[in-house]
C-alpha cells in the first residue's frame, strides 16, 4: 500500500488563480517531505524540503505547508502560469537513511 | 542546485536487443545513485541502489540479470537493460546522491531528466 497519498489526481485552473495540492502520509518515523514539480518527460525538480520542525516553506509562488501531527501537507500556487502545467509529486522520507516514498503526484494544467 | 544528465534522452530498439543508460553527475561527487522506473501516469518507482565501487541493491521483483547496473566512478552510473522486451518499454530516472561516511546520511537526491525507452 503506498504510504504516500495524494489529492487530487488532477486538475484544471485558469491562468492567475490560485490551486492547493494535498498529501498525506503514513510513513513513520518521518525525516522529511519533498514537493517536486515534474514536467511531462522530464526528471523531477525540488520545489521545497521540510523537515519534523517546519510548518511552512516558500520557493516564489510555490508554498508548502507541513503538519507533521496529522500527518498532512499542502503546496499552494500563487498566481499560476502557464510553466505550472506539470505534475507534483509529494516525497517523503522516513529516516535520513531510508529509502524515498513517491505520491503519484497531481497533474496540473493552466489555461489561458 | 546539482545538475544530473541521462544519455541518451530517449531510444527505441528492437525487442531481444540491450540497450545501455548513463546517469552523470556534472559538478558533483555522487556517492550513491538510485536508478527509478516511472510508468505513465504513476510514481516513480525505486528499481536499484548503486555505491560507487560496489554491487548494486535491487528492490524486490527487480531482476539483477535483466536491469544492470555499474557505478565505476563517482560521476558515472550506468543501467543496461539485457534482452529488451516491449514490457520493458518505461521512463528511466536515475538520481545522485552524495552519502556522509561515517553517519550513512544522504544529502539531497537530484534527479536526471529521464530516459524514455520503447522497445518495439
Known amino acids: 500500500k503506498n504510504q504516500v497519498e495524494q489529492s487530487p489526481q488532477s486538475l484544471i485552473i485558469l491562468e492567475g488563480k490560485n490551486c492547493t495540492l494535498q498529501c498525506n502520509y503514513t510513513v513513520s518515523p518521518f525525516s522529511n517531505l519533498r514537493w517536486y514539480k515534474q514536467d511531462t518527460g522530464r526528471g523531477p525538480v525540488s520545489l521545497t524540503i521540510m523537515t519534523f520542525s517546519e510548518n511552512t516553506k516558500s520557493n516564489g509562488r510555490y508554498t508548502a505547508t507541513l503538519d507533521a501531527d496529522t500527518k498532512q501537507s499542502s503546496l499552494h500556487i500563487t498566481a499560476s502560469q502557464l510553466s505550472d502545467s506539470a505534475s507534483y509529486i509529494c516525497?517523503?522520507?522516513?529516516?535520513?537513511?531510508?529509502?524515498?516514498?513517491f505520491g503519484a503526484g497531481t497533474t496540473v494544467t493552466v489555461r489561458a | 542546485g546539482a545538475v544530473v544528465s541521462q544519455h541518451p534522452s530517449r531510444v527505441i530498439c528492437k525487442s531481444g536487443t540491450s540497450v545501455k543508460i548513463e546517469c552523470r553527475s556534472l559538478?558533483?561527487?555522487?556517492?550513491?545513485m538510485f536508478w527509478y522506473r516511472q510508468f505513465p501516469k504513476q510514481s516513480l518507482m525505486l528499481m536499484a541502489t548503486?555505491?560507487?565501487?560496489?554491487?548494486?541493491?535491487?528492490e524486490q521483483g527487480v531482476e539483477k540479470d535483466k536491469f544492470l547496473i555499474n557505478h565505476a566512478s563517482l560521476t558515472l552510473s550506468t543501467l543496461t537493460v539485457t534482452s529488451a522486451h516491449p514490457e520493458d518499454s518505461s521512463f528511466y530516472i536515475c538520481?545522485?546522491?552524495?552519502?556522509?561516511?561515517?553517519?550513512?546520511?544522504?544529502?539531497?537526491?537530484?534527479f536526471g531528466p529521464g530516459t524514455r525507452l520503447t522497445v518495439t
Open positions: 516525497v517523503v522520507s522516513g529516516s535520513v537513511l531510508s529509502k524515498l516514498s
Open positions: 559538478d558533483f561527487q555522487a556517492t550513491t
Open positions: 548503486s555505491n560507487e565501487g560496489s554491487k548494486a541493491t535491487y
Open positions: 538520481s545522485a546522491s552524495h552519502r556522509e561516511a561515517g553517519t550513512g546520511v544522504y544529502y539531497e537526491q537530484y
